[in-house]
């Protein structure tokens, strides 16, 4: 639903039936258009606004965005009005509207988006899809995600290649440093997240990109964290691949992503998933032998069948609803507030470890610490006894705990998770 005033008045129209709570959210709608102004990231009269436009509860303190973002009314509203529209009518969904909508969010063009419910599959696709052979190598983190560490996994298992690892540094230069050693006349491809999921740190991927280029690999991003985190411009960025979902960040459907994939890279990446879409249109399985032609001459070689209506409409919306407030403003709140929490966790002297960089193009809205002298699990347990949701990431046993922030919060939320933090230190 797009926050004009047409629609507006069509919702006026069905206040009757609306609760209080749904009420007070649609003259939020209204309050939040902004046709394109700044925002200031402190302006709690507009934040609080926006927050209206949530269901997600307030009996608990949500800051865990990290794992996935709650949709706004008018996400979920589209999307039950599409599904609602599908089983009333009969109508066989359309998600031709969807690919353009994404490409033009994150710079790309239309015909480089493939549709997929998840990073993982995003990230899966481009991962069997490169040639590698035996004793080819790959870079990866020392902090991925199950995501963007099994497919890679797996073909170290099949096909012998060979992974390699770096841990991210405090500054981007270190972090560029760590890579150039790693590379190797044996290495292929850079798989790396552009924020990883333990401590949030952002990645200098334009860099890490051109250093692929300049050296001949392929450089395939994890984007879980990116798309609606921060304005993307993926031409720019001259990544072969990115690999997103629009259920983190961008606050829309759960089980909805993308996979963005360089037009001149698709005839690199093989598509192993043929079906209705995928073809050119010139495959005949009428003939004897059956007649084959070649991949759709657009990303959607990587994908097919039917496509949930009311999924792709729900992310059409939250495409809009992130446009009505402004991508910029939106990054520049949540990046604010994570400075804040970085602030707040630096306060206690020592006693709480920052696993993430403060320098401020390695920082955004997520943020892992330590406790010293304090189980990660028994705080994580604390944090779930008072009705605050953060994650505990014990992956590559790093063991420590993450805290996310986006546009639905505020300042008090990160100051009651300070609070459980100086009682558990005591
Ligand atoms: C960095 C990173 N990569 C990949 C994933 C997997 O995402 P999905 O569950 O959408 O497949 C996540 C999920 O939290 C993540 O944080």
Redesign the pocket.
């Given at each position: 639903m797009k926050f004009d005033r047409r629609n507006f008045i069509k919702s006026a129209t069905v206040l009757a039936v609306l609760t209080l709570k749904e009420m007070q959210s649609l003259a939020a709608a209204h309050q939040i258009k902004n046709e394109g102004k700044t925002i200031d990231d402190d302006d709690d009269t507009y934040w609080h606004n926006v927050r209206q436009l949530f269901p997600l509860t307030k009996d608990w303190t949500y800051l865990n965005n990290?794992?996935?973002g709650p949709s706004p009314y008018p996400v979920i509203d589209a999307m039950r009005t599409a599904q609602m529209d599908a089983d009333i009518n009969g109508n066989y969904g359309s998600y031709d509207e969807t690919p353009p909508k994404i490409a033009k969010f994150v710079g790309a063009d239309r015909d480089e988006i493939a549709l997929t419910?998840?990073?993982?599959?995003?990230?899966n696709i481009a991962c069997w899809g490169v040639p590698l052979k035996r004793g080819d190598e790959v870079i990866l983190t020392t902090h991925?995600?199950?995501?963007?560490c099994a497919p890679w996994m797996n073909r170290q298992k099949l096909h012998g290649i060979v992974i390699r690892k770096f841990t991210p540094a405090p500054t981007a230069a270190e972090t560029l440093n760590r890579i150039n050693s790693l590379i190797s006349p044996y290495t292929r491809v850079i798989a790396i997240?552009?924020?990883?999921?333990t401590q949030g740190q952002v990645l200098p991927v334009k860099e890490i990109c051109q250093l692929a280029k300049d050296k001949g690999l392929f450089s395939l991003i994890?984007g879980?964290?990116g798309a609606g985190m921060m304005p993307l411009d993926l031409h720019d960025m001259g990544c072969d691949t990115y690999?997103s979902?629009s259920?983190?960040w961008m606050l829309g459907p759960k089980g909805t992503?993308f996979l963005y994939v360089r037009k001149g890279f698709q005839d690199t990446v093989q598509s192993y998933y043929g079906g209705g879409g995928t073809d050119d249109g010139k495959w005949n399985l009428m003939t004897t032998p059956v007649t084959i032609g070649g991949y759709a001459h657009s990303a959607h070689r990587y994908f097919g069948g039917t496509q949930a209506n009311g999924l792709y409409t729900g992310v059409n919306a939250a495409i809009d609803f992130i446009e009505t407030i402004g991508q910029k403003n939106i990054h520049n709140r949540i990046k604010s507030l994570g400075k804040y929490t970085q602030g707040r966790l630096l306060e206690f002297d020592g006693r709480v470890e920052l696993l993430t960089p403060t320098e401020s193009r390695s920082r955004c809205a997520v943020n892992g610490f330590r406790i010293k002298g304090v189980d990660y699990q028994k705080f994580f347990e604390t944090c779930g006894k008072n009705k605050v949701r953060i994650r505990a990431v014990p992956e590559m046993g790093l063991n420590c705990l993450r805290v996310s922030t986006h546009i639905y919060n505020n300042r008090d939320e990160v100051d009651k998770l300070m609070g459980l933090i100086r009682k558990a230190i005591g």
């Open positions: 990290g794992t996935f419910h998840n990073v993982t599959e995003g990230i991925e995600h199950v995501g963007n997240p552009h924020i990883p999921c994890d879980a964290h690999a979902c259920h983190k992503g």
